[in-house]
């Protein structure tokens, strides 16, 4: 009587539960979105410490995410000026941008190329939130032709669009644009690597 009474038990407790399909694959785990990479908060150039995580390294910059070294570098080419840059290619790393860096970081010469995907090719604004150095901001049309050339002043959160649909932009110290004859029409040479992007 007591095994039939266990037996009549643990049937009930089976019977509560969906019957296990073994013959079918195993569901995958639902995919997560990406999360957006937290921002540094708006500092000021006298609360500027370092929160780079790990091992800093001769050269490093503090607050930043991505250190210079760590950047894909290429060769733009505008009105016959070779320009050094720093390819910036995604969300995380185009929104850092040139953030907290200073004179000692970057050459003369030297700038950042921002590249959109085509999905996210429109009129853009750029500001200088955590922006140490002034800089000249170049929006390039997806026919790579500057659209029109923006001047960023330090840490000012001033929205500076372009004028125009962009796919590229350009950065550069103040003052680099007029120095290298680059404005409105200038055709800038991208290399096809960043240009795929």
Known sequence: MRALTLAIFFAAILGCNPP???SAPPKPAPETSATTVPRPKQLTPDSVSSTTGG?????DVA???YQLRELKRVILVANSHKV???????DSKREEGMMWL????????????FVFPDEQVKELAFWMQNTVLPLDII??????KVLNVQHGKAFDT???PSAGVAKYVLEMKAGSAKRLGIGKGTPVLIPAEVVGK
Request: charged share 30%.
């Open 20 to 22: 296990v399909d073994t």
């Open 55 to 59: 091992q800093a390294k001769s050269g």
């Open 63 to 65: 607050n930043r995410l």
């Open 84 to 90: 050094p840059v720093w390819v910036m290619d995604d």
């Open 102 to 113: 200073t004179g000692k970081n970057v050459k003369d010469d030297e700038g950042m190329i």
């Open 139 to 144: 929006f390039i049309s997806p026919a790579k």
């Open 158 to 160: 001033t929205s500076l």
